[in-house]
């Protein structure tokens, strides 16, 4: 079955800690893999894309295809990294032969002072 | 415009009304989808629309029905809704093919 795990629903750090965000994929086949994030009261902004290779706010993710993973690594938390993060597996193939995006469980993040 | 702007932001509606939610965006994008989202869960594919043809459903219920009028606009129907659809419902936009999407901020439906 094609699908993404984020095996942990919650994390607490204190600020300046590493975090990693572990997420596992089951996929036949080339993965196209995100990480989505969900601040507070704000809509659901995409954070990484594994083709694009970047660092956003500090949080890379590498795509491991040897463990099936794509974990999302920052070395030093910020408070305002606190938010729930979503991996996010797309072509996914439906009932009808289409692709689409699914999303994991998510992970709530806190960084405390 | 990077946005995608959804109205109404909320809507309380009885089991028996008729409503519609709202999606726009003007970057160009030709695909579009509408997910839910319930509280705490993560968000779950209703439907997708690529270059204004519906290409996705997942069999959702009819009291459920898309509309895309055009490129920038996705609409979605409400009808003989249950209790159990209160819920966020998120629309997104993206190029077709292998892009990330842009949310929505959500219509926050409850449905009394």
């Known amino acids: 079955a094609q699908r993404v795990t984020q095996p942990e629903k919650l994390l607490s750090v204190f600020k300046g800690a590493p975090v990693e965000l572990k997420c596992n994929y089951s996929?036949?086949?080339?993965?196209?893999l995100f990480w989505y994030v969900q601040y507070s009261r704000q809509r659901l902004q995409l954070l990484l894309r594994?083709?694009s290779r970047e660092s956003i706010k500090g949080f890379t993710a590498d795509l491991n295809k040897g463990e099936t993973s794509f974990h999302l690594k920052k070395p030093f938390a910020q408070e305002e990294d606190s938010a729930m993060y979503y991996c996010?597996?797309?072509?996914?193939?439906?009932?009808?032969?289409?692709?689409?995006?699914?999303f994991g469980k998510g992970m709530k993040l806190t960084v405390n002072p | 415009d990077t946005e995608v702007t959804q109205t109404p932001k909320h809507l309380v509606m009885g089991m028996t009304n008729k409503k519609s939610l709202k999606c726009e965006q003007h970057?160009?994008?030709?695909?579009m989808y509408w997910y839910k989202q319930k509280a705490k869960k993560p968000p779950e594919l209703m439907f997708v629309?690529?270059?204004?043809?519906?290409?996705i459903n997942e069999s959702v219920p009819s009291r459920f029905s898309p509309e895309c009028p055009n490129s920038s606009l996705l609409n979605l129907h409400l009808h003989a809704l249950q209790p159990e659809d209160s819920a966020l419902y998120l629309c997104?936009?993206?190029?077709?093919?292998?892009?990330?999407?842009?949310f929505g901020s959500g219509t926050r439906l409850t449905v009394v």
């Open positions: 970057m160009g994008h030709r695909a």
């Open positions: 629309y690529s270059y204004e043809k519906l290409s």
């Open positions: 594994h083709i």
């Open positions: 996929y036949s086949g080339s993965p196209e």
């Open positions: 996010a597996l797309n072509g996914v193939i439906t009932q009808g032969g289409s692709e689409k995006l699914v």
């Open positions: 997104a936009s993206s190029q077709v093919g292998v892009y990330g999407y842009t």
